[in-house]
T-cell receptor, first 116, second 116 residues
Framework: ETGVTQSPTHLIKTRGQQVTLRCSSQ?????VSWYQQALGQGPQFIFQ???????GRGNFPPRFSGLQFPNYSSELNVNALELDDSALYLC???????????????FGPGTRLTVL | AQKITQTQPGMFVQEKEAVTLDCTYD???????LFWYKQPSSGEMIFLIY??????QNATEGRYSLNFQKARKSANLVISASQLGDSAMYFC?????????????FGTGTSLTVIP
């Protein structure tokens, strides 16, 4: 186990609703990244947070937003849910905000979101 | 732009045999990292092995080894002595050069089934 936890494990929402997903990073890690994994696909980068600030964003609309707290835990918020938002949402923590150089992402178990 | 290609949607291997999972990548940067992750049906992405673009030797971690051929831009994962617990999805991923970006790029994955 990586020490990264996510809640809830499963969630069912209807189109147009809002959802908040939570993540606690591994001890000693100050950077949290969020990924969306649609069925049959690889994970897609949503954004990264470092020291409570967004530090990189993928090709996702503004209705995807996030927060990082002083204890480095993080939230992913999605407004105005659409059917295509149904996916596994993975949180990953790492020890440094800089990608590359052998920095490993340690993933949590994910939250499976279903939008009806 | 970085891109990862995994051309084997599914692979089968007999227990105790070795198997190679293919991964090719595309980048114009000289510095990058290559990773392999395992994703069981539970959903959690498990880090297996890392190879830096400047590493001279192929990475090894227990039964996992990475066959890194830089000129061919390939980073194949070799699993020796397959076990039933190796049945899972396997994702190849690339990180950008240090300090130039934050997102990891993932392939579409290969589903490995180990046959008793």
């Amino acid at each position: 186990e990586t020490g990264v936890t996510q809640s809830p494990t499963h969630l069912i929402k209807t189109r147009g609703q809002q959802v908040t997903l939570r993540c606690s990073s591994q001890s000693g890690h100050n950077t949290v990244s969020w990924y969306q994994q649609a069925l049959g696909q690889g994970p897609q980068f949503i954004f990264q947070y470092y020291r409570e600030e967004e530090n990189g964003r993928g090709n996702f609309p503004p209705r995807f937003s996030g927060l990082q707290f002083p204890n480095y835990s993080s939230e992913l918020n999605v407004n105005a849910l659409e059917l295509d938002d149904s996916a596994l949402y993975l949180c990953a923590s790492s020890a440094d905000r800089a990608a590359g150089g052998g920095r490993v992402l340690f993933f949590g178990p994910g939250t499976r979101l279903t939008v009806l | 732009a970085q891109k990862i290609t995994q051309t084997q949607p599914g692979m089968f291997v007999q227990e105790k045999e070795a198997v190679t999972l293919d991964c090719t990548y595309d980048t114009s940067d000289p510095s990058y990292g290559l990773f392999w992750y395992k994703q069981p049906s539970s959903g959690e992405m498990i880090f297996l092995i890392y190879q830096g673009s400047y590493d001279q030797q192929n990475a090894t971690e227990g039964r996992y080894s990475l066959n890194f051929q830089k000129a061919r831009k390939s980073a194949n994962l070799v699993i020796s002595a397959s076990q039933l617990g190796d049945s899972a999805m396997y994702f190849c991923a690339m990180s950008p050069p240090l300090f130039t970006g934050n997102q990891f790029y993932f392939g579409t994955g290969t589903s490995l089934t180990v046959i008793p």
